[in-house]
T-cell receptor
């Protein structure tokens, strides 16, 4: 069964304390991996798409990386405004029975950054 | 402004009373999708549509219907709502080329 697991469930950091969030996946064939940010009471907001192992993408204090089994979202010198829930999702390759339209989300990591 | 809109934003109803949640996007996206979000379960896909008149089941389609008669609209229909459909619902859209999904603001549904 295709599965996405995010860890930790919750993470509390001090402002400036860098850390990483993990997204591990077990799918028969990966077409793409997505990271989203979700603020309380709002819809998820797109951050990154990664397609192949070794790929990296950056945006401000965030950097996403991908291996064959997992993805990391690295947060460098976080600020209180980075506090949110970060969601990971995978799209299974159509060559392995997946559909371009079907996304499988992890349960998210709730990040709190204290000043 | 590029956006996905959902209506209503909040709805309290009773078991068995048919309801429709509307979703509309102004970005000319081919792909649209419905999700529900529940504590401890995360976001789960209900239905999605790759284009007009093309819809497919996601992971939790039971008890829901959708239609895609126009490119911009993708309504979610609950013909006979039950309390286990109490949830936060999100609509999303994207172009098929870029896969970046834009989410609506959410509809909080309570079924008594």
């Amino acid at each position: 069964e295709d599965q996405v697991t995010q860890s930790p469930e919750a993470l509390r950091l001090q402002e400036g304390e860098s850390s990483s969030l993990n997204c591990s996946y077990t799918v028969s064939g990966l077409r793409g991996l997505f990271w989203y940010r979700q603020d309380p009471g709002k819809g998820p907001e797109f951050l990154f798409t990664l397609y192949s192992a070794g790929e990296e993408k950056e945006k401000e204090r965030l950097k996403a990386t991908l291996t064959k089994k997992e993805s990391f979202l690295h947060i460098t010198a976080p600020k209180p405004e980075d506090s949110a829930t970060y969601l990971c999702a995978v799209q299974v390759s159509m060559n392995y029975g997946g559909s371009q339209g079907n996304l499988i989300f992890g349960k998210g990591t709730k990040l709190s950054v204290k000043p | 402004e590029a956006q996905v809109t959902q209506n209503p934003r909040y709805l309290i109803t009773v078991t068995g009373k048919k309801l429709t949640v509307t979703c509309s996007q102004n970005m000319n996206h081919e792909y649209m999708s419905w999700y529900r979000q529940d504590p401890g379960l995360g976001l789960r896909q209900i239905y999605y549509s790759m284009n007009v008149e093309v819809t497919d089941k996601g992971d939790v389609p039971e008890g829901y219907k959708v239609s895609r008669k126009e490119k911009r609209n993708f309504p979610l229909i609950l013909e006979s709502p039950s309390p286990n459909q109490t949830s936060l619902y999100f609509c999303a859209s994207s172009s098929l080329s870029y896969n970046e999904q834009f989410f609506g603001p959410g509809t909080r549904l309570t079924v008594l």
